[in-house]
């Protein structure tokens, strides 16, 4: 088999592109290595990759279709993982037109490239919690309503959502969309939570607790979501009539008090953390919670990793990394 992985110098896209590899299957990855953060650290995880049996990379921008289609004409791809994207919620306040780019140009792109391979039996594609705006029932799930985001960015997930259905029911194109819910670990993006405050702990820096600490996550470890990845990616819907197009959360169905999270960081490092109360960020929301009945009935999806275990991991990648004793 021979996987098509987008975002593959990103942190779930690297972490994805080994998983495959590992199976002795074969992984063209592409990315292309924006400067969004540290473009040393995305170049790290592709040094990770280059050496690896059946792995070769293409840099390039998949919003590009054209140098998109070319990078892969010379290949049989059985299997798309779409995990090319602009991220961050805040960072679609200061550049909208990036995400304008990268997740609707971008994904329409990566739809035609779909189109175009006929050996290619299933995408997945990364959707996220985000879609659920200020959704006030939890957990959230699937059936919920998702039609007032708050941020840009929830907006081009959801209309990332609608496309994917669009084109799956127009050509037949089997597709799956999973809506990632706080995905942390090694590795992991220096634009989140668990890393900014990680830094500033071990500088001697106070971190800023947003909505006075009143805010809860469903904190899900990367490898839980590259099993519940893979586990999509094997199983593409079945064309009966419908849509062959379905979407799960992919979470670790527990939500954690952010005071909590920061107390199981700050137990790891064994340093207390100087706290500032600030409100809350403009696209933010308070809670995030997944309810993963459904990829657990249909795929078998059993996150095991509790944060009291994957924080202490990620400090232990962190300090190595960054040669911290």
Known sequence: ????????????????????????????????????????????????????????????????????????????????????????????????????????????????????????????????????????????AESDRVDHPVSLYAATKKSDELLSHAYSDLYRLPQTGLRFFTVYGPWGRPDMAMWIFTKAITEGKPIQVFNHGDMRRDFTYVDDIVAGVLAALDSPPADDGAAPHRLYNIGNHRSESLLYMIEVLERALGREAEKIMAPMQPGDVKDTYADIDAISRDLGYRPTTPIDVGIPKFIAWYKDHHGLS
């Open 1 to 140: 088999m021979s996987v098509l992985v987008t975002g593959a110098a990103g942190f779930i896209g690297y972490h994805v592109t080994q998983a495959p590899l590992d199976r002795g299957e074969r992984v063209i990855g592409v990315d292309n290595v924006n400067d969004y953060y540290d473009v040393g650290l995305k170049r790290a995880r592709l040094a990770q990759l280059a050496g690896r049996d059946g792995f070769g990379f293409r840099e390039l921008d998949i919003a590009d279709r054209t140098a998109l289609a070319a990078s892969v004409a010379d290949a049989r791809i059985d299997g798309i993982v779409h995990l090319a994207a602009q991220a961050g919620v805040r960072y679609s306040l200061e550049n909208p037109f990036a995400y304008v780019h990268s997740n609707l140009v971008g994904h329409m792109s990566m739809l035609e490239l779909q189109r175009g391979l006929p050996d290619c039996r299933h995408m997945v594609y990364a959707s996220s919690s985000s879609v659920y705006g200020g959704n006030t029932k939890l957990p959230f």
